[in-house]
């Protein structure tokens, strides 16, 4: 028992540094690929000196999981179990989620120039929700633009400018990304009654249809995130700042926020832009 726990405080130690190392390493590694896009050439030394860092924390990457993947197989799973499980525990929730997100959301630029809808399957009501938010992310892209081609000629440093062309062209894209993974992933009503609420590729949770007690249209003007939950158990999905559907459940129902955090909505507001549309849908399954 004693070695078992040694091996364990050990292995809980190897994840901690694990991180903290990539946490300090990967701010660093970002910043230094904006510039080699950007075509500013760091000096050697530089350059030199993240290779080691990158090299170092990848071999100690290598070693903590490992620890973990052999330690995952001697309890008895299998590879691909003992894996994720390594990976699981070497890579915080938030970092995977994100770069979950992320890819989600890229992908979504080519089902949106296709005209395709993601888990809407024939006989299903697509519902759209993002009438509120439409010209405010056009703006934003309009206001991106401007602000792309100002930089061209206010910054007289081209290595700066090179560097800023390319974070403002990422940050472009990020707003598509994101405005293209809304409009293909709408929330969806199932003939059998079951609605699935989303917000792109942010948030996802599956309403069954003997959790809902009742459904009607109810339009408000909350304040606060994209995903709110009070201490009573209502939870808000803002679109706009305006949630326009309230389903009340007949049980808790769990949910995970963007990041990864858990909670329990009894009560659950969010937005559609034909809320009678759903609400009809949902009161009378085939």
């Not at 989600?104 to 697509?126: I, N």
């Not at 703006?139 to 633009?145: E, I, N």
Request: aromatic content about 6%; proline content about 6%.
């Amino acid at each position: 028992m004693s070695g078992g726990g040694a091996r364990e405080r050990a292995g809980a130690r190897g994840v901690r540094a694990a991180r903290i190392a990539v946490a300090a390493v990967l701010p660093a590694e970002l910043a230094l690929a904006v510039c080699l896009v950007a075509g500013v050439r760091p000096p050697g030394w530089a350059l030199a000196g993240a290779e080691v860092l990158v090299l170092a924390v990848l071999l100690l990457e290598s070693w903590v999981l490992r620890s973990l993947y052999a330690a995952a197989r001697a309890r008895g799973e299998d590879r691909r179990a003992a894996r994720r499980s390594a990976l699981r525990q070497v890579v915080p929730v938030a970092v995977r989620r994100l770069l979950g997100h992320e890819l989600r959301s890229t992908g979504s630029l080519g089902r949106w120039a296709l005209r395709r809808k993601h888990g809407v399957r024939p006989g299903d009501l697509a519902a759209a929700y993002t009438g509120p938010q439409t010209a405010m992310m056009y703006g934003l892209l309009f206001v991106s633009v401007i602000e792309t081609a100002a930089l061209a000629f206010l910054i007289p440093w081209p290595a700066v400018h090179r560097v800023m062309l390319v974070l403002d062209l990422y940050g472009i894209l990020a707003v598509l990304a994101l405005h293209a993974a809304c409009v293909t992933r709408p929330h969806v009503v199932r003939p059998d009654g079951s609605l699935r609420i989303r917000y792109g590729a942010l948030f996802d949770l599956a309403v069954p249809p003997d959790a809902v007690a009742s459904v009607r249209v109810d339009r408000r003007y909350p304040e606060g995130r994209l995903v709110t939950l009070s201490e009573d158990g209502v939870l808000d999905l803002i679109v706009g700042s305006q949630t326009s559907v309230t389903v009340e459940l007949n049980r808790p129902l769990p949910f995970v926020r963007p990041l990864g955090g858990r909670g329990e909505a009894r009560t659950i507001r969010f937005h559609a832009d034909d809320p009678r549309a759903l609400v009809g849908a949902l009161r009378q399954p085939a």
